[in-house]
């Protein structure tokens, strides 16, 4: 058996699980449940959180001071760590990539809010990040600092945590309803929330097949990035475990523009979820995962008789940075 590493409580968890009644009969099932992983925080909502109580953890452990992560110009995953390095004291660096000057709105805001010292790049400078990364945990050494380096997502083996622990707590949300859901569909980005479900699945004995909605790339890529983080994970926590067998699911047919590019209908099913259900989504992630979602039923993909659960990642502060695509 495993055992969870060191862990922060930053997260306000469990987070409900509660079915979307009216969508599910609008629909004419299956049955739609959503985990409202948009609750595990107001300034930190979203995934990111729960792979951070892992990560700071060991941030922490090893005496850091400062925190040097990246992204998108409109990263979750960066809002998250420059709140949480607020939180906790530390010192935090964002690495982000924005081709034009970025209006400072929505996630972006809330990093200069908290206090997060920020350098953009271009797409172009962003190709080669690892230098970057190099660059600025040389510089803080310099200064006599200790800097902890966090990949784009959180996604690595320690980040992969975070969501195994979804897995066991969505299995006392599937006893306490009593269901038995056939599928779990998430947003899929960085790989890290993909592969801890993945693996949270097989070590709580769950049967229920985990899908991941890409919001970029493709199926190859997937399949290549969330492979390397289950054995990241595997070599550091559990080299017993055998995670070759284990499957991949990822559905690319609804990326698409680009990433963080949404076609009207991804706005079109944000703007139907919120006035169904009170539950938003975001355009970059969680709309076009659900969006996806209910695409592939109604091309009668899953079960109309069973219960499906969506994980909502969160990404409520990006919707703010995109409002033009809802047309009010
Ligand atoms: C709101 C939201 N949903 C889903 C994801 C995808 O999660 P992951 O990067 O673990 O694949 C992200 C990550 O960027 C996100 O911000």
Redesign the pocket.
């Known amino acids: 058996m495993v055992s969870y590493p060191a862990k922060l409580n930053l997260a306000q968890t469990p987070t409900p699980l509660h079915k979307l009644e009216r969508l599910s009969t609008k629909i004419n099932g299956p049955r739609i449940w959503i985990k409202r992983d948009d609750l595990t925080g107001c300034l930190t909502s979203?995934?990111?959180v729960r792979k951070l109580e892992f990560l700071l953890a060991e941030a922490v452990a090893n005496g850091c001071d400062t925190l040097i992560t990246s992204g998108g110009v409109q990263s979750?995953?960066c809002r998250a760590v420059a709140v949480l390095g607020a939180q906790l004291g530390l010192k935090v660096h964002l690495l982000l990539r924005s081709d034009i000057d970025p209006a400072p709105v929505g996630n972006l805001l809330l990093d200069q809010l908290v206090g997060a010292t920020i350098s953009h790049y271009s797409q172009r400078e962003f190709k080669q990040l690892d230098a970057l990364f190099t660059q600025w945990q040389d510089h803080y050494q310099q200064q006599g600092a200790k800097p902890y380096s966090i990949p784009t997502?959180g996604?690595n083996g320690t980040g992969v945590w975070g969501y195994i622990a979804a897995a066991e707590e969505l299995k006392a949300d599937f006893a306490c309803e009593n269901i038995s859901p056939s599928t779990l569909i998430h947003?899929?980005?960085?790989?890290?929330?993909?592969a801890g479900l993945i693996v949270g699945c097989e070590l709580n004995n769950m049967s229920v097949r985990v899908e991941g909605f890409a919001v970029c790339d493709n199926v190859a890529y997937f399949e290549r990035k969330v492979r390397d983080d289950l054995r990241q994970w595997q070599q550091q926590f559990a080299p017993q475990m055998d995670i070759e067998g284990m499957q991949i699911n990822t559905n690319d047919h609804y990326v698409g523009p680009n990433y963080g590019v949404a076609g009207p209908e991804v706005f079109a099913t944000v703007k139907e979820l919120a006035a169904l259900e009170g539950v938003i989504l975001?355009p970059v992630?969680?709309g076009k995962a659900f969006h996806g979602m209910l695409e592939e039923i109604r091309q009668g993909h899953y079960d109309r008789d069973s219960d499906i659960v969506f994980v909502h990642?969160?990404?409520l502060f990006g919707l703010f940075a995109q409002q033009d695509g809802l047309n009010y």
């Open positions: 979203g995934n990111k979750n995953h997502g996604s947003a899929t980005g960085s790989g890290g929330t993909q975001d992630y969680t990642t969160g990404g």
